[in-house]
């Protein structure tokens, strides 16, 4: 049975940071791109970044609203997968979600304060 599960969501105020978490069981983050979207209310979900296999050689990958503020790394000794947020802006709040192949975890809240 596989589960993502993301943790380190919270309130911040602008300009903060966060480091979120996505840790599976039952799938290998290593052998598949993962990735964190991100949904606001009322919004479709939207891509925030990714990062390739290890068989593959790493590439990570980010979407223009966040490119210079957030990074994506993989621990593979812990099967987890990290999204540190920098400058945090009232825009990024929104749910967070971890994705690697057909699998989805439950998503943290990341609320930003003006």
């Known amino acids: 049975h596989v589960h993502l599960v993301e943790s380190g969501g919270g309130l911040v105020q602008a300009g903060g940071s966060l480091r979120l978490s996505c840790a599976a069981s039952?799938?290998?983050?290593?052998?598949?791109?993962t990735g964190w979207l991100r949904q606001a209310p009322g919004k479709e979900r939207e891509f925030v970044a990714s990062i390739s296999p290890t068989w593959s050689g790493v590439s990570t990958y980010y979407a223009d609203s966040v490119n210079d503020r957030i990074t994506i790394s993989r621990d593979n000794t812990k099967n987890t997968v990290y999204l540190q947020m920098n400058n945090l802006k009232p825009e990024d709040t929104a749910v967070y979600y971890c994705?690697?192949?057909?699998?989805w975890g439950q998503g943290t809240q990341v609320t930003v304060s003006s």
């Open positions: 039952g799938v290998t983050f290593s052998s598949y791109t």
């Open positions: 994705q690697a192949h057909r699998y």
